[in-house]
């Protein structure tokens, strides 16, 4: 039996609350058939093909252009090789194998916490908007949904897409600060 020690009590209630957020987005995400699409279509865009595709494009560019992929790759790497140890060490099952509900999307794995389609919209945001500030504005929130995407379509609770985001943010501030020249 574990005791109830204040750490126990407090990941307990950020449990509950984790899972009544998720509750209420799943429910509200998806009315309707084109709101199940548009979060799908969404979704698609931290998926593995799409990241490594946007992170390594500009490689194909001759140029100085062809540098600008470099912090987005780096970033991408870096904060997928954490999202899989992580994710392999916690092994937080997906919502729906615990709440016994319905995914609306293929799950990648049997593993939730933390997302990795967050995490990989969000390295390759992060990283062209080291290379073009200007586009923060459009990437970041762009990112953000995506993340949001994961939890409406039933594979993610919130905390999950937080964490996802949280490492690919503190992983691209990491490579900036650590690894100007990758940048």
């Keep these: 039996m574990i005791a109830r020690t204040p750490v126990f009590n407090l990941l307990s209630r950020l449990d509950a609350r984790d899972r009544q957020l998720f509750t209420r987005l799943t429910a509200a995400a998806h009315p ?32 100085d252009f ?8 780096a970033t991408l790497v870096i904060s997928h090789l954490i999202v899989q ?12 194998r615990q709440l016994g509900i ?28 080291i290379a073009f500030p200007s586009l923060a504005v459009v990437l970041l929130p762009l990112a953000f949904l995506v993340g949001m995407s994961r939890v409406c379509l039933g594979v993610h609770y919130p905390s999950d897409v937080f964490v996802g985001q949280l490492i690919a943010a503190l992983s691209g501030v990491s490579l900036t600060y650590w690894f100007p020249l990758l940048t």
């Excluded at 946007?54 to 490689?59: E, K, L, N, R």
């Excluded at 062809?66 to 790759?73: D, E, F, I, T, Y």
């Excluded at 992580?86 to 099952?93: F, S």
Aim: aromatic share 10%; net charge positive; proline share 6%.
């Design 32 to 63: 309707s058939t084109a709101s199940r699409r548009f979060w799908t279509a969404l979704t698609h865009l931290g998926g593995t093909e799409f990241s490594i595709a946007a992170a390594t494009a500009p490689f194909a560019v001759r140029g």
């Design 66 to 73: 062809g540098s600008v992929g470099r912090p987005a790759l």
């Design 102 to 129: 319905r995914a609306l999307v293929a799950e990648p794995d049997r593993f939730s916490f933390p997302s990795g389609h967050s995490a990989a919209a969000m390295s390759v945001a992060f990283g062209y908007s």
């Design 85 to 96: 140890c992580i994710k392999r060490t916690v092994g937080r099952r997906r919502p729906a």
